[in-house]
Nanobody
Framework: QVQLVESGGGLVHTGGSLRLSCAASGSINSINTMGWFRQAPGKQRELVATITSGGTTNYADSVKGRFTVSRDNAKNTVYLQMNSLKPEDTAVYYC?????????????WGQGTQITVSS
């Protein structure tokens, strides 16, 4: 079993910055993709950013140039640096880990953390 624990959520003004962290523990396959999704009230959960264990990143168009995802493989931790925050970024942010064992795909999720950006 894998557990993901998030930290770093909070309230900021437009233009501010926050950094999220997510630490994974348990039986973790070294080959995996970690990242962040978010969900605003009344909307579908959407991808924000992901990073593979090899360092390849992927971002939603809405956050490119403002957010940076990174990871520390030795610590099984993924980070999301969020700059130039906008009210549209307000959502619950969920950490995610995807991995594969034999022919089965696995998804693990953090508890979610609230990000609120005031205008």
């Amino acid at each position: 079993q894998v557990q993901l624990v998030e930290s770093g959520g909070g309230l900021v003004h437009t233009g501010g910055s926050l950094r999220l962290s997510c630490a994974a523990s348990g039986s973790i396959n070294s080959i995996n993709t970690m990242g962040w999704f978010r969900q605003a009230p009344g909307k579908q959960r959407e991808l924000v950013a992901t990073i593979t264990s090899g360092g390849t990143t992927n971002y939603a168009d809405s956050v490119k140039g403002r957010f940076t995802v990174s990871r520390d493989n030795a610590k099984n931790t993924v980070y999301l640096q969020m700059n130039s925050l906008k009210p549209e970024d307000t959502a619950v942010y969920y950490c995610n880990l995807k991995t594969r064992r034999t022919y089965v795909n696995y998804d693990y999720w953090g508890q979610g953390t609230q990000i609120t950006v005031s205008s």
